[in-house]
């Protein structure tokens, strides 16, 4: 007697794919529409930041950390300089810490921006991607004003930041965050997050229990989208964190199981506001006049030592763990991303799901390719 | 709870492991332990009830051109505390227990430190490379690493004044 | 007489003499003559749509879309055309070349053929077949064959994928489309399209979408199942381009992907056409389609036009507005909802007639 065999087929998803965010590839294995297991392949983009750092006195490596996630490159920046002045013993001055804060929180409006059309637009909804864009078009033009450069910021220094906020780029900021939270999400609220097919499409797929998030050491939204409410910027306050007033969101199963990918978008639509009030916060905070950087020693190095410094990304924990021998260079660093933890989960939350649904995995989990291969 | 304190408690229940104990400049600790014992520390520091060092926040290696070194980095919900442990192991043929049987999500971090510098992890479920391809030669990381000059066909020859 | 065919027969007959030596030399003509004419409309009406769907996503979207080529980019589709001609048409080594190459030509002629019984209003309407439903419903399933078709012959595996989804789509679809057709077929008690839209007036009330309430369902399920049909959001799956980057038309390039591009948007038309005449009154201002003056004649395109246009305006609406089903999700749709729903809405038809003797719930001012 003949026995009956699935045939599998293979699929090769990426690493030129519309819905892998940059450079990813998958190995998927498919018998039929449904998938049995996707393994992620990485390294596409690799470009050795970390073996540059050795090879870079420290300032000069700032422009780097903006092309390890192209999305939120003044949080990266933010990451790197808060890692080497604590190293040095180095203190920003006050108004340069706000300005850092306010440059952060609009960057990760940004980012979360893009994350959420960007998983919309996997989801085969174009049109709140390009709503979304149209807000981020505003942020671009903003961080323009602040730093001239629209997508890789290079804007924090070690020791403060590189310039002070031009004329009415406060009032520009306010009035962009303002209308975020009052207006546009509401809008966009209406337009798609409670549409009943987006529903359909995103609760219940790609459950992560908390007890999963912590073993696969999730960080981020995509933690607090499992209900793990760990937020660095409360948690841990680095910078000037612990001045304001905001809240940590994280998912409660709104319209399935906690941590499906419903929850982590809706985690990220509910920071976006969060982030709306702490800008808000730190501009009427900030002081009107005052130093924006301390001067840093020429040539610039770091006494023999290693530490380990966090800050919270729109892609959740930003690592830098750096070692210095006491000259010029880093002796060796090592960035810890995001990006890369919620890799290794897609593994295991693909099997036995649809195509479609790996889709909508990689949407809600916001991978950036570069970020996982620095 | 301070950092002294947290010193005591580590020192009560790891006291036979660690080798030394430092303050970081950020007033986090770092353990220094044998190689031989970093499973055991590994577990007795996640599964510890007054410890509860159950998020793995970070993991890499390190060479010290004399010697290797992984350095795993913890945080525990509990204590609110960080706290960094460190072996060391020989610089020819380095080898040390994959931690992957306690922190399932070590996995990757695991095979990256093995991509870039070589250093392999016994008992790793797939412990293949992970950025580079798979046939790539020598691992970048490692201080003595050598450029080379051709990859496949592809010229990869680095320009004297990049440096 | 009654179709555009029968109308240039007779003429000819007319002029030249009726002679058994000409007669099917006067046939062919006949019917060849609407059908070049069709599908020169066609291909306009679909190249129009295709500006249409660009202008008004433009406008959902804060955009402000094409507007280099002519007044408002009106030109547009013909630049895009002319490009698609001119671009090299590259058919993959390992493909089925026979079949890669007849696909797009069987998807597109399908398409086409539907047109050939669609009443623009009026007398024009190429061929008034007497089984015209049906032969709308037939013609416009064997689009499925193209589409499996190119996504075997691709030697791709998304256009595979693409192609079993659209028949497994298509396939299923056809049936809430045919029975809440049949809904209407059952109180004109004719297939003819032309029979039909005769059979309705200017006014909505004598439309067939408000005869019965359960006509007014069965619009609805042919109008959404047409847009699983004719594979439109949030029914794209044979060629979701974020999962199967384009299905079944991945490695189509050229005037080949022109040809799938063209019939797309064609059966858009042809679907919103079908509702239009079938539900909504097509062409008929209440007045004889054949014996009135030219200017009657054209008054009743330009309604039929107006009704499947504003169809077509709601399914590329629909398109820029909602995100994608699943597969699984869009099967239990047909499956569990529209089919049953539509065999209902069939057999209380039915009773209805029986029950109120034909007439409409508006009879008394429908007449």
């Keep these: 007697m003949t026995e009956f065999a699935l045939e599998e087929m293979i699929l090769n998803m990426g690493p030129h794919h519309p819905s892998t965010h940059g450079v990813l590839r998958f190995i998927v294995r498919t018998d039929g529409e449904m998938m049995l297991r996707a393994t992620p392949d990485v390294g596409f983009l690799h470009r050795g930041i970390e073996k540059i750092a050795e090879l870079m006195p420290y300032e000069s490596f700032m422009p780097y950390t903006d092309r390890i996630d192209y999305l939120s490159s003044l949080n990266c920046n933010l990451g790197y300089a808060l890692t080497v002045e604590r190293l040095a013993g180095i203190e920003a001055p006050e108004k340069a810490e706000y300005l850092r804060v306010i440059g952060a929180e609009l960057t990760r409006i940004g980012s979360h921006l893009i994350a959420v059309g960007a998983l919309l637009l996997d989801l085969g909804a174009v049109t709140p991607f390009v709503h979304a864009l149209r807000e981020r078009e505003t942020y671009n033009s903003l961080m323009e004003m602040l730093c001239g450069a629209r997508l890789t910021h290079h804007y924090v220094r070690i020791g403060g930041v590189a310039f002070d906020a031009p004329d009415g780029f406060i009032e520009k900021a306010l009035s962009f965050v303002n209308h975020l939270e009052y207006e546009f999400l509401d809008e966009f609220n209406k337009l798609i997050s409670f549409n009943s097919i987006l529903i359909k499409r995103l609760a219940n797929v790609g459950i992560i229990t908390p007890e999963k998030a912590l073993e696969f050491t999730l960080v981020g939204p995509n933690l607090r989208g499992s209900g793990i409410k760990f937020d660095l910027r409360k948690d841990e306050p680095y910078s000037i964190y612990d001045r304001f007033d905001f809240e940590i969101p994280s998912g409660s199963g709104k319209f399935g199981v906690q941590g499906d990918a419903y929850d982590r978008y809706w985690v990220r639509i509910e920071e976006i506001k969060q982030s709306c009030r702490i800008v808000r916060q730190a501009i009427n905070q900030m002081p009107e006049h005052g130093e924006i950087k301390t001067k840093i020693s020429k040539p610039f190095k770091i006494p023999a030592g290693e530490i380990y410094v966090r800050t919270e990304c729109p892609r959740g924990e930003l690592g830098f763990y750096l070692i210095s021998a006491g000259g010029k260079t880093p002796y060796r660093l090592k960035i810890r991303t995001g990006s890369f933890s919620a890799m290794t989960i897609i593994e295991e939350l693909s099997e036995g799901v649809m195509v479609a649904d790996l889709v909508a995995i990689i949407g809600s989990l916001d991978v950036v390719a570069p970020e996982i291969d620095r | ?163 | 007489m009654y179709s555009l065919a029968d109308i240039i027969y007779r003429r000819m007959t007319e002029t030249f003499g009726a002679s058994d030596f000409l007669e099917p030399l006067f046939t062919i003509v006949s019917y060849l003559l609407p059908c070049i004419a069709i599908l020169g409309i066609v291909s306009l009406i679909s190249g129009a749509l295709t500006l249409l769907e660009r202008k008004i996503s433009a406008d959902i979207q804060n955009r402000i879309g094409p507007n280099r080529v002519g007044p408002f980019g009106i030109f547009q589709f013909i630049v895009d055309g002319v490009k698609l001609l001119l671009k090299e048409d590259i058919i993959p080594d390992a493909a089925d070349k026979k079949l890669f190459r007849l696909a797009p030509y069987i998807v597109f002629s399908s398409t086409v053929l539907a047109v050939i019984v669609i009443p623009f209003g009026g007398p024009f309407i190429v061929a008034d077949l007497n089984i015209g439903l049906l032969f709308i419903v037939v013609v416009s399933s064997l689009v499925v064959v193209g589409f499996m078709m190119s996504g075997w012959a691709s030697n791709n595996k998304w256009a595979l994928l693409g192609g079993i989804r659209s028949a497994a789509q298509i396939i299923s679809y056809e049936i809430p489309v045919a029975l809440s057709l049949l809904t209407v077929a059952l109180i004109t008690g004719t297939f003819s399209m032309q029979e039909i839209v005769k059979q309705q007036g200017l006014y909505p009330w004598q439309w067939f979408i408000l005869h019965n309430p359960f006509t007014f369902i069965a619009f609805f399920i042919y109008f959404v199942s047409s847009l699983a049909e004719i594979n439109r959001l949030p029914f794209d799956f044979p060629e979701a381009e974020s999962e199967l980057v384009s299905g079944y038309n991945t490695e189509y390039s050229g005037m080949r992907f022109g040809f799938f591009f063209v019939a797309e948007f064609a059966n858009i038309f042809v679907s919103a056409a079908l509702a239009a005449a079938v539900f909504l009154g097509g062409g008929n201002i209440g007045i004889d389609p054949y014996n009135s003056p030219l200017g009657y004649k054209l008054l009743m395109a330009l309604v039929f036009f107006a009704k499947a246009l504003s169809l077509c305006l709601v399914t590329i609406w629909v398109r820029w507005t909602l995100p994608r089903l699943r597969i699984d999700h869009m099967m239990s749709l047909c499956w569990k909802y529209f089919i049953p729903i539509s065999v209902f809405c069939l057999v209380l038809t039915a009773a209805w007639l029986v029950a109120f003797k034909g007439n409409s719930v508006f009879w008394r001012i429908a007449g």
């Design chain 2, 1 to 163: 709870m301070e950092t002294k304190k947290l010193i005591e408690l580590l020192g009560e229940k790891l006291s036979s492991f660690i080798v030394k104990a430092d303050k970081m400049p950020n007033n986090d600790l770092l353990i220094l332990i044998k190689k031989e014992s970093l499973l055991s520390v590994m577990d007795t520091l996640k599964n510890d009830l007054e410890l509860k060092f159950n998020v793995l926040m970070n993991h890499l290696g390190v060479d010290y051109t004399e010697s290797f070194a992984v350095i795993y980095n913890l945080y525990s919900f509990k204590l609110k505390k960080k706290v960094t442990v460190k072996a060391y192991m020989e610089h020819e043929n380095p080898e040390v227990d994959s931690i992957e049987s306690v922190f399932k999500g070590v996995n990757w971090f695991e095979r990256e430190t093995y991509d870039l510098l070589g250093i392999r992890f016994r008992g790793h479920s797939n412990l293949k490379r992970l950025l580079l391809p798979s046939d790539w030669e020598g691992h970048p990381l490692r201080k003595d690493y050598i450029y080379p000059e051709e990859y496949n066909g592809l010229i990869l020859k680095r320009e004297e004044n990049c440096k």
